[in-house]
């Protein structure tokens, strides 16, 4: 092949190169007109942020204190508005629930020891495995929500206000977004009340009636702390999808020994028993659906 031949042929695969690269450059652009999100409400994300009430310094953010509440307070009504609106929505909601006993923890989140006896913190750790983990229930799309979502029974799933709230912090990912309601710690059981399902202590004392063979537990002594309230949304439409309820509470009581737990008299306990709930929305209209598919 003479030099003629060569340099022609190099000419040629340089245009070929230039030309498939200008290909990626149009497919891209295309692509990001096609994947562009139009935010129905945008909403301050940050999610890195702290704020020292005592202090009053804020940590990991550019936003001011002031800024920083101003935050919360726009991320907190729009997420009382919008999961209010769930109520009157037709959707099809499934539930999903799971239990947990550990240890509590100080002020500095450093762990509690259960008690000072070995053998009542290994009975109560090995309570845990015997909880609800995994347990739910669901409604047909169409069905009355208000006997279903929390708080059952009312016209409203949050009656919660700003006083009732440490924190509210937003993220987006995609058409997702996500935030987080953190109620302020101690949480009194009348907060608590606004949003979430309560269940009695004597609910909880029913998990421990499964080790009534090694240890009885007088009536606890229980304060919320830590509780939240965790919603994903399309940020497209505003409509919420998820709802997660987490609500922990350190509890203080007494065992006493049964069987082969006799010996060890009664001992004084603290641990830490939370209760997770979730729900899964979908508004998706199973008529329409199968209308469509048909055709």
């Known amino acids: 092949m003479n030099k003629k031949s060569l340099a022609l042929i190099s000419i040629i695969l340089v245009f070929a190169f230039l030309f498939a690269f200008a290909g990626c450059s149009l497919t891209s652009e295309d692509e990001e007109e096609t994947t562009k999100i139009n935010v129905k409400t945008p909403l301050p994300t940050d999610v890195t942020s702290s704020l020292d009430e005592e202090s009053n310094v804020v940590t990991e ?66 309570l845990d495995s015997y909880m609800l983990h995994n347990d739910g229930d669901s409604v047909e799309y169409g069905e009355d929500l208000k006997g279903f979502l929390p708080v059952k029974g009312t016209d409203y799933v949050s009656a919660l206000t700003l006083d009732d709230v440490e924190s509210a912090t937003c993220s987006e990912n995609g058409t997702e977004r996500v935030i987080i309601v953190t109620l302020k710690s101690p949480t009194p059981p009348e907060t608590i009340r606004k949003a979430y399902d309560v269940e009695n202590i004597d609910d909880i004392m029913k998990e421990f009636d499964k080790a009534n063979e090694y240890m009885t537990v007088e009536k606890p002594e229980i304060t919320y702390k830590n509780c939240q309230i965790i919603i994903k949304a399309n940020v497209e439409t505003d409509e919420i999808y998820s ?47 199968t209308t469509l598919a048909e055709n």
């Open 61 to 126: 953010t550019d936003y001011s204190p002031e800024a920083l509440r101003e935050n919360t307070k726009t991320i907190f009504e729009y997420f009382n508005l919008h999961i209010n609106e769930i109520k009157s929505a037709k959707a099809s909601v499934s539930m999903g629930h799971r239990k947990r006993i550990g240890k509590a923890t100080d002020e500095n989140g450093d762990s509690i020891p259960m008690s000072e006896n070995k053998y009542v913190n290994s009975a109560i750790t090995g």
């Open 243 to 289: 709802i997660e309820y987490v609500k922990t509470a350190d509890v203080k009581t007494t065992v006493t020994g049964q069987g082969k737990l006799a010996d060890i008299g009664t001992v004084p306990v603290i641990f830490n028993y939370s209760d997770t709930i979730g729900y899964s929305i979908d508004r998706t209209d199973p008529s329409t659906s």
